[in-house]
């Protein structure tokens, strides 16, 4: 089992740039893909960015590819979403998520098996 803790949400500009971080328990976090995944109020969550195990392979959502970056550093247990030119569209919580059995579906909420309590993005005009 794996618990996650995201941080590094807060408010900021229109063009503006934020990392949020998100660091796991356990001494497995390498076996897992991770992802990060947004929701907004009234809407369903959606995937923005995925990660295999070892950081050889990422996705993103069409709507963050180039402004987006996922990373991580298994040394500690830790993957990353560097978000710059953000956008007021890119409000949000934030979750990350870890994959243990990755089978393609990787934009799928139910692929995921665990999951962290979020963190808020909000992004002003």
């Known amino acids: 089992q794996v618990q996650l803790v995201e941080s590094g949400g807060g408010l900021v500009q229109a063009g503006g740039s934020l990392r949020l971080s998100c660091a796991a328990s356990?001494?497995?976090?390498?076996?897992?893909?991770m992802g990060w995944f947004r929701q907004a109020p009234g809407k369903e969550r959606e995937f923005v960015a995925r990660?295999?195990?070892?950081?050889?392979?990422?996705y993103y959502a069409d709507s963050v590819k180039g402004r987006f970056t996922i990373s991580r550093d298994n040394a500690k247990n830790t993957v990353y979403l560097q978000m710059n030119s953000l956008k007021p569209e890119d409000t949000a919580v934030y979750y990350c998520?870890?994959?243990?059995?990755?089978?393609?579906?990787?934009?799928?909420?139910?692929?995921?098996?665990?999951w962290g309590q979020g963190t808020q993005v909000t992004v002003s005009s």
């Open positions: 998520a870890a994959d243990q059995r990755p089978s393609g579906s990787y934009h799928d909420t139910v692929e995921y098996d665990y």
């Open positions: 356990g001494r497995t976090f390498s076996s897992y893909a």
């Open positions: 990660i295999s195990r070892i950081g050889q392979i990422t």
